[in-house]
Nanobody, 125 residues
Framework: QVQLQESGPGLVKPSQTLSLTCTVS??????????WNWVRQSPGKGLEWMGA???????YYSPSLKSRTSISRDTSKNQFTLQLSSVTPEDTAVYYC?????????????????WGQGTQVTVSL
């Protein structure tokens, strides 16, 4: 069973860059044809898909976040990383990494087959 685990700081100051890493175990991030996603949920809101990196290393971004988002991977560590720049308090959310197959951009939980437990990130002074 594939396991995903998010890691990173829980508190980020406004205007700084948020950086989170997802470590994948019992499954390779280079296995065809999976997508490795970052999804977040702000208080009182639904899921928001942020972006993904696929098995080949190609990246995909939400149009609304594209200018501030970068996703990369380290295949030697079986990890992929999210960087979100110029954060504001509106970026406060629980951030999840999740795996999907065949598609990206989903905002329904059933569109992903494996999830990390999620990590709370608060943007505040």
């Amino acid at each position: 069973q594939v396991q995903l685990q998010e890691s990173g700081p829980g508190l980020v100051k406004p205007s700084q860059t948020l950086s989170l890493t997802c470590t994948v175990s019992d499954g390779s991030i280079t296995t065809s044809y999976y997508y490795w996603n970052w999804v977040r949920q702000s208080p009182g809101k639904g899921l928001e898909w942020m972006g993904a990196i696929d098995y080949s290393g190609s990246t995909y971004y939400s149009p609304s976040l594209k200018s501030r988002t970068s996703i990369s991977r380290d295949t030697s560590k079986n990890q992929f990383t999210l960087q979100l720049s110029s954060v504001t308090p509106e970026d406060t959310a629980v951030y999840y990494c999740a795996r999907s197959s065949g598609t990206v951009g989903g905002v329904r939980p059933y569109e992903y087959d494996y999830w990390g437990q999620g990590t709370q990130v608060t943007v505040s002074l």
